[in-house]
């Protein structure tokens, strides 16, 4: 049974570590056409790589076709599909790839082929409801209409989490805390005024970490919120008032965050709605991936099932596998940050016990974190203690066998 919601109050909530579902990377995005999606996913191991592919479904995800694939780490002049944020456009077979690196790059073909746009700092981006039409988020907002090949200022500075609204102009925005309640903007002019519409109310679960996220759908109106309770469940809720009020959609069982790796879009066609999930198989050298469909707008999943695996895809024509890298990369995201910010790494498969240290510019050291399978770590900004540090410059260190390996600066601001 649905519940409306009534959005004044604050939040208060238990602090709780999961995985991030803010738009850092998102691996599972809509096409133009309805029933059409794309996919980004680990689908097979060596002991010396990790092989990452991109996938396409014309089915909602019932049968998916391996469009592009490249090792981990990739070799030079080639995507990253590591963590990747993929947009679409309104233009058939055009997709956007924002790497972790970060670089952005473009397809015309579905995902087969990729070229190079560019890289802005630690730009963030989002496509828009018209063809060619794409926003770059850094500090402010640019837009392009001629897919990333030039940018104008929109907005001079922003401090949103930005969804594009399915109507030119149309932007939904949140920000806030868990603390102090997190708040649904709306503007439908390009404008740089928002207008807030709700403080979301202590009916509805948030954590710590991971931020909630908006998608967008495609009626007048409607928007998607998936936020997350301490129990580890997750919820979705849709509005069809631009953000005013919320109604519960639907609400999972405890997902073993340990295991699995979640992500969300709402689709192309009026009540589309999916879930991906993705995890190691058994043997370690293949994957699950699980997508869950909606025609109902998220309040009933029908599930399909891939076992992703060497043998499980013949191998893309003229895309031969590349020599596996040892190279070890660091970087993170957003830089400058608050609350927190996002580490990635990538190490060859044979690393023991690899660990990243946080000093402050004095030298001191504030925080310790042990590295496993890849996966980022998230940084709040507290030291081992769980005390919050101040505001200013800190060194992350990437250490191998007690040996400093790479060594790269973020900034809180508070």
């Not at 191991?45 to 990739?74: A, F, M, R």
């Not at 919120?225 to 639907?250: A, C, K, M, P, V």
């Not at 590349?322 to 690393?351: D, G, R, V």
Request: proline share 5%; aromatic share 16%.
């Amino acid at each position: 049974m649905k519940k409306k919601l009534n959005l004044n109050c604050l939040l208060l909530f238990v602090i709780l570590f999961i995985p991030s579902i803010s738009d850092a990377y998102r691996e599972i995005e809509r096409g133009t056409e309805p029933g059409e999606i794309y996919i980004s996913s680990r689908w097979y191991v060596t002991l010396q790589c990790v092989y990452h592919g991109l996938y396409y479904s014309t089915n909602n995800g019932e049968d998916i076709e391996l469009k592009y694939y490249t090792p981990n780490p990739c070799v030079p002049d080639s995507i990253n599909l590591v963590l990747p944020h993929l947009i679409s456009d309104m233009t058939p077979g055009v997709l956007y790839c924002r790497t972790s690196e970060p670089d952005l790059w473009i397809s015309h073909n579905y995902g087969e082929n990729w070229e190079f746009v560019e890289v802005y700092a630690a730009s963030m981006y989002n496509t828009g409801c018209v063809e060619g039409e794409i926003y770059r988020r850094y500090v402010g907002l640019s837009r392009s209409d001629d897919y990333g090949s030039n940018f104008e200022l929109v907005i001079d500075s922003l401090n949103l989490v930005i969804e594009i609204g399915i109507s030119p102009g149309e932007l939904y925005g949140i920000n806030g805390n868990y603390i102090e309640g997190f708040k649904i903007y709306y503007r439908n002019d390009y404008g740089e005024t928002f207008t807030q519409q709700c403080i979301l109310d202590s009916t509805i679960p948030v954590v710590a970490n991971p931020y909630p996220a908006l998608s967008r759908g495609t009626e007048q109106g409607e928007l998607y919120l998936i936020t997350w309770d301490s129990l580890d469940r997750n919820y979705i809720y849709r509005s069809t008032d631009y953000g005013q009020t919320f109604e519960l959609q639907y609400q999972s069982e405890p997902i073993a965050y340990g295991i699995w790796i979640v992500y969300y879009t709402a689709g192309r066609e009026p009540g589309s709605f999916y879930v991906m999930m993705h995890c190691n198989d058994e043997s370690g050298f293949g994957t699950y991936l699980k997508i869950f469909y909606s025609n109902d707008y998220a309040e009933t999943f029908i599930e399909y099932f891939h076992h992703l695996t060497e043998d499980y895809f013949v191998s893309v024509e003229d895309q031969p596998i590349n020599k596996p890298s040892q190279e070890i990369t660091l970087n993170n995201f957003p830089n400058p940050f608050n609350p927190e910010t996002s580490i990635y790494y990538e190490l060859p498969l044979n690393i023991e016990n690899p660990t990243i240290e946080i000093f402050n510019i004095k030298g001191q050291k504030v925080r310790t974190f042990n590295c496993q399978n890849q996966m980022p770590i998230i940084w709040d900004g507290t030291d081992n203690y769980q005390n919050q540090v101040s505001s200013g410059v800190y060194l992350y260190k990437l250490n191998v066998n007690g040996i400093t390996k790479q060594i790269h600066k973020c900034i809180l601001m508070k």
